[in-house]
């Protein structure tokens, strides 16, 4: 065990081979979150997203270059919003919500998975460069998986926390929640530069993170 926790001490994410690391562990954990995102909302009646083919697990299909590049230099991005129409959803709010939640719930289940492949590594593979390549990518994309599906349940709009808690909401306020959504994108870029609330969201992402790691460890 103690030569994991050194391991992790000593992942250099310098190095341009781990910038391209970085990357494609981004590129996973958005494609996942939007494409389960797609998912949901097609289980729960509406065929919008299937019909603009956004139900793939091409990160072509669902990233924003340009929120890509702000996540890299602010810490805060975005990717293509999947198109949902909540007309086809029997109980609009809740459609919404389940839908809205199901993006950071790929992204804890995602962590989870990566986590046991770390473990399956460290018990059962040799120390080549080819295991710890994967094991050093298995655990950054944990942590920002961890990291994005908390980031999202912040109720904000257009965050998903923000449907998540409008399914809580009377419709009229929820309505008028959601027609400030445009403005919700400015605030959190102000927020994510001011870093106002930043040690909030690190404190849950590294207590959630301890407790999965605990859990499996």
């Known amino acids: 065990m103690h030569y994991l926790q050194n391991l992790i001490e000593q992942l250099d994410f310098s190095s341009m081979g781990a910038a391209f690391l970085r990357v494609a562990a981004v590129f996973l954990c958005l494609t996942i979150h939007e494409t389960c995102h797609g998912l949901m909302a097609c289980a729960l009646g509406d065929p919008t997203a299937k019909r603009m083919h956004r139900l793939s697990l091409n990160p072509l299909r669902h990233i924003d270059w340009f929120g890509l590049l702000m996540m890299f230099v602010c810490g805060f991005g975005w990717a293509k919003p999947v198109p949902v129409d909540m007309r086809y959803f029997k109980n609009p709010k809740r459609g919404m919500a389940l839908t809205a939640l199901a993006g950071p719930a790929s992204n804890f289940l995602l962590a989870i998975l990566l986590l046991f492949i770390c473990k399956g590594i460290y018990l059962y593979c040799r120390a080549t460069t080819v295991w710890t390549t994967l094991f050093s990518f ?65 404190g849950a992402i590294t207590a959630v993170w301890t407790g999965l790691y605990n859990l499996i460890y």
Not at 176 to 195: A, F, K, N, P
Request: avoid cysteine; glycine fraction near 10%.
């Open 138 to 202: 298995s655990l950054m994309t944990a942590v920002l998986s961890v990291g994005l599906g908390l980031f999202n349940l912040v109720p904000i709009p257009p965050l998903d926390g923000s449907k998540v808690l409008g399914a809580l909401l009377p419709d009229r306020t929820y309505f008028q929640l959601m027609r400030y959504e445009r403005y919700g994108m400015i605030l959190l870029l102000l927020l994510s530069v001011t870093d106002v609330g930043g040690n909030l969201i690190s």
